[in-house]
């Protein structure tokens, strides 16, 4: 088994900056891709950004590229999610996930491990 646990979530103004942390634990596969997701209230949890093992390969949804990076540090089992000049429509519940092994994803059934999601809220 593979706990995630995601943190460094808060309430922010528009315009400012917060990073995400998610720290993977227990059953660390030798490879995986790493996700970040969202879900705001009475929406579909969607894909915000993705990494693979190598971070040669990296996918982010249109609405925050150029403003949200994501990142990896193998050494550490964690991987981040800067978000810059933040929007209210940021505000959401974020969600890391992982799939064990190299293949890519970027839909929901596409992850096997979830973490408990961090809250996000992004004031006008």
């Known amino acids: 088994q593979v706990q995630l646990v995601e943190s460094g979530g808060g309430l922010v103004q528009a315009g400012d900056s917060l990073r995400l942390s998610c720290k993977a634990s227990g059953r660390t596969f030798r490879s995986n891709t790493m996700g970040w997701f969202r879900q705001a209230p009475g929406k579909e949890r969607d894909i915000v950004a993705a990494?693979?093992?190598?971070?040669?390969?990296?996918y982010y949804v249109d609405s925050v590229k150029g403003r949200f990076t994501i990142a990896r540090d193998n050494a550490k089992n964690t991987v981040y999610l800067q978000m810059n000049s933040l929007k209210p429509e940021d505000t959401a519940v974020y969600y890391c996930a992982l799939i064990p092994g190299q293949a890519m994803g970027i839909t929901p059934r596409d992850y096997v491990y979830w973490g408990q999601g961090t809250q996000v809220t992004v004031s006008s």
């Open positions: 990494i693979s093992e190598s971070g040669g390969y990296i």
